[in-house]
């Protein structure tokens, strides 16, 4: 392998870690029409769907994402919310099916960023899913 490609396993699992605690913190802490709210935050639920077909490969990811998560708890300024990474993820998937501008964003964001054909690109559905596929994972790790 070229010295330059060693490294790119390692920056997947650290992507995913950071993509999946960056999510979360950003879903709890959103506040819709407020000044900078950021519409297109959804792209860590695409980027992270997009990346978890490469979870099976990476056995040490549940505990790189507890560990991001609890790092990250308090940093979107949820000083209410559970300190329990597990928790924090599991509110995350609950505001995200349950308010449904998250998937017309979603929807929004992929149209104008993905070169895929249409058939070909993740949906809402299918993102959601893998991202519960990964907190499963979490639960169970």
Do not use: C
């Amino acid at each position: 392998m070229r010295p330059r490609f060693r490294r790119f396993p390692a920056l997947i699992r650290s992507k995913r870690r950071r993509k999946s605690s960056a999510l979360t913190w950003r879903v709890l802490r959103r506040q819709r029409g407020r000044v900078g709210d950021d519409v297109t935050l959804i792209r860590h639920l695409y980027d992270l769907a997009a990346l978890a077909r490469t979870v099976k490969a990476a056995p040490s990811f549940a505990a790189l994402a507890l560990q991001a998560a609890a790092t990250d708890v308090g940093r979107g300024g949820e000083a209410t919310a559970a300190s329990d990474p597990v928790t924090l993820f599991a509110t995350m998937i609950e505001r995200l099916r349950s308010d449904r501008l998250w998937a017309v964003e979603y929807d929004n964001f992929v149209r104008q960023v993905s070169f895929a054909q249409p058939h070909e690109r993740i949906s809402f559905e299918q993102a959601l899913a893998a991202v519960i596929t990964l907190v499963d994972s979490l639960d169970a790790g």
